[in-house]
Structure formats: C-alpha cells, structure tokens
C-alpha cells in the first residue's frame, strides 16, 4: 500500500467512526446531486453540531463550528500536551505535526513538501506579499473586492520599497469566465510581478475561474497568489490543478477545524524566492523556512485531523452539492422580487455557499440589525467595494426551513 492509500484507508476509518456506519453508508452509496436534498440526512449531519437554539446562524463566513466530536477530540488533544508537556514537545510533536501536514497535503493534493501549516489566511498570505524581493516599480494587481488585510500589506511594501500596487473591480455577474479574465489582463503591464486573486470574493460569493486567470497571467510572466480563505474544504478541487504558484486558506473556516489554523501552499520551485519573515535555518528550497513561528498551540494543529476525517466522512464533492444547493434554494427565491437586490452571479457555477443581498432603501447595517432583532436571523453587513447588502452564509448544518424563516423575512422587508 502507498502512503496515499494508507492515509485514505486510515481516514476512512476514522471518517466513519465520526458519522456512524449508517450515515457515512449512505453518504458513500449516494450521488452528490441527490443527497443534496435529502434533508433527514443533513438533519442527522446537524445533530452532530452543538447550536444556538435562539437564533438561525447564517453567518459562517467568519468561521464555522466543530462538529462536537472534533471539539471533544481537541479538547483531548489540549489535556494530552498539557500532560506530556516539555516531553511532548520534544519528542511527539514533530512527528504529529508531520503527520497532520501529510494528511492536509492529501486533502489539498499536494505534496507536503509544498505545504505549511499557517495560523489562517492572513498569515499565509501575507508571508508570500512581504517575502517577495519588491524593487522601486515593481507592480502587483489586485482587486478592490480582495480582503483588507492583504491589501493593507501591499500597501506596507508599497510604503517600504516602492513598488507599485493596480486595483481592478471584479464583474459583479459576468456573463463569461472571459469577462472576467479581460479585467485582470487589461491591469498587468511588463514590470507586473504579483497577480492576488481570489478563489472566492469573501463579500459576494463569487467563484473566479482561477485556472484560466493564472495561465493568463503566466503567459506574461505574472505570478499569481490565491486567497482561497473561503474556498477550501468548501468547494471540491486540488490545488496544482488551479496552476497558482502561491494558495493561502483559513482552516478554522470551511474545515470546521479549531480556531487559528490555515495552510500555505508554495509551489515547490517558487519556494526559495521567498524571503521569510522569520529566521530559520533550513534550505532556502525548503518550505518549512517559512513557518517558524516559534512554541506554538500545537493542540489547534492536532485538531486538523479529527476535522478532517469529518469533512472526508461526508466528502468534498457532497459537502460542495450541498452547500450549492443551500444557497440557490433560497437565492431562488428572492431573485426577481422587486425592492431585492442580489450581489451574487446568477449563474450557479460562479458561486457555492455564499450569496449577498441587499433591500432597495434599506441601509445594509439596518438590514443585518433588523434581520436579527426582529426575525433572529445571523447575517453580517457588507457596505462597500460596490456591494451593499447582507452576506448570508448556510453550512452543512442548516436546514431548508431555516432558509424558509429568511427568505419570508426578506420578502417582509422588501414589501
Ligand atoms: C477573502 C478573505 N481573505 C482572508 C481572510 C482572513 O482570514 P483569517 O482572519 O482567517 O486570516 C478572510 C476572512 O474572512 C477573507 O474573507
């Protein structure tokens, strides 16, 4: 058995003590698209979260519970290092650690040496942006719907080396993956180095066609770095098969892991042009160079595994049908209705989960506060870039009754 297969059958194993014979039985025999709908078995997924009874939570944007036998198990985790201690520290945790990155690396289908675990997103991320060597000119694009702790950080470089960063505003519903890709070539010029895209705009809910930007951008001797803080462990896919040089995610997000947990995906030859932010002393071709972040809560890591064999016990391409199928269920709904504004493609295949709407005259604040107070709905405000509305965000443990409960509210406000 190759190491693949050995980790798959592990976590297969595992998988399965976490949803139970029956469920995983039935996740396993039954296409996507089917038990998308099938409301008893997500119902019994729900069961296995620990929710707020007051409130419909449709903000898991920010992060996303742990089904409670990955919190019991990181709780574990918390009293065996607290036990072990130096000892643990010493002689365990290099191993665990190794093995949960080989195991993160299977996930993401890549290699572990082209992996790290990094405290989230913005860790990752901003690792790559300062640890490229900018000179006076040099350019990067970006977009004003990327998340604002990014940017913030090219404007740092900006400040520090004067280099050059170029805005673009992504189509709100194009027509064309095309469309798209013209924006963000019209922005690269010959001195554009850096391309940041993201694999999902975390305001709207918009699924970039990120395989064609890079290749677009590689052709011109761009490289290009994906902020995939929403797109991993929410949508289905492989890293290499996006063909970026540079992926940075939340964990703590759509893999319902412990909070304070992301992975950093370099590809193997963009690795030693990087620059860490901390001193180390490995090969500069090594990627561990860039993540040494010193004693650390080692616990959160371990609890990456136990999230996994989760989210591997409904699988990727279920979990995704779902999470689809959540959304236009209630986007459906509302789409046409007038005084409602939706700041999502319509096309089903441009986005997952996340959707944004907003109500003719109603500020996008007064929205998510009246959405709570008066119907105990969960959203967040987004007022800016160009969208104005509230992000609302169902997960695996949602129910279409809930989204019934929003949708009625919705259409209250909008009459
Ligand atoms: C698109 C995007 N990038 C990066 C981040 C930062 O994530 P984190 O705070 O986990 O680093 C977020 C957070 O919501 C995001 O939406």
């Known amino acids: 058995m190759n190491k693949r297969d050995f980790l798959k059958s592990v976590g297969g194993a595992s998988a399965m003590m976490f949803l139970g014979p029956q469920l995983y039985a039935q996740a396993q025999r ?42 019991e198990a990181f709780i574990g985790h918390v009293r065996r290092v607290n036990v072990m201690g130096s000892r643990y520290m010493r002689t365990v945790q290099g191993d665990d650690k190794l093995r ?13 040496a082209e992996l790290v675990i990094t405290r989230n997103t913005t860790e990752a991320l901003d690792t790559v942006i300062q640890g490229f060597d900018w000179k006076p000119g040099d350019e990067a694009v970006m977009a004003n719907q990327d998340y604002g702790a990014m940017i913030d950080q090219f404007k740092l470089q900006a400040r520090r080396f004067g280099m050059v960063n170029r805005f673009i505003d992504i189509p709100m519903d194009p027509k064309s993956d095309d469309e798209v890709l013209q924006v963000y070539a019209a922005a690269l010029t010959p001195k554009t180095r850096l391309l940041m895209i993201p694999h999902m705009v975390n ?140 700041n999502t493609p319509a096309d089903p295949a441009r986005s997952c989960a996340i959707a944004n709407v907003g109500v003719a005259g109603i500020a996008p604040g007064d929205l998510m506060k009246i959405l709570f107070e008066k119907y105990k709905v969960w959203t967040v405000a987004i007022d800016g870039a160009g969208v104005h509305g509230v992000r609302v965000t169902p997960q695996v443990y949602t129910t279409t009754a809930e989204l019934d409960a929003f949708v009625k509210a919705l259409k209250e406000l909008a009459a």
Request: with cysteine; proline share 5%; charged share 20%.
């Open 30 to 71: 039954t296409a996507p698209a089917v038990l998308a709908e099938d409301e008893a078995f997500w119902g019994a997924v729900r069961g296995k979260f620990r929710l707020a009874p007051e409130y419909i939570n449709l903000e898991n944007g920010f992060y996303c519970f742990q089904p409670e036998e990955v919190l």
């Open 203 to 342: 305001i709207t809910g918009h699924v970039l066609p990120v395989r064609a930007i890079c290749d677009m951008a590689h052709a011109r001797g761009v490289q290009v770095m994906v902020d995939g803080a929403h797109a991993f462990a929410h949508l289905d896919f492989r890293i290499p098969d996006l063909h970026c040089d540079y992926y940075g995610a939340s964990l703590h997000k759509w893999l319902s892991t412990p909070l304070g947990a992301g992975i950093l995906y370099v590809k193997q030859d963009r690795i030693a042009g990087l620059w860490p932010i901390y001193g180390d002393g490995s090969a500069v071709d090594n990627i561990v160079k860039l993540n040494h972040t010193g004693t650390h809560p080692v616990h959160t890591d371990l609890g990456i595994e136990n999230a996994i064999a989760f989210h591997e016990a409904i699988g990727g391409a279920r979990k995704q049908a779902r999470l689809r199928f959540l959304q236009n269920y209630w986007t459906g709904k509302l789409r046409g209705v007038p005084k409602i504004v939706m």
């Open 100 to 112: 949960v990155r080989t195991r993160l690396a299977a996930l993401a289908g890549c290699s572990p």
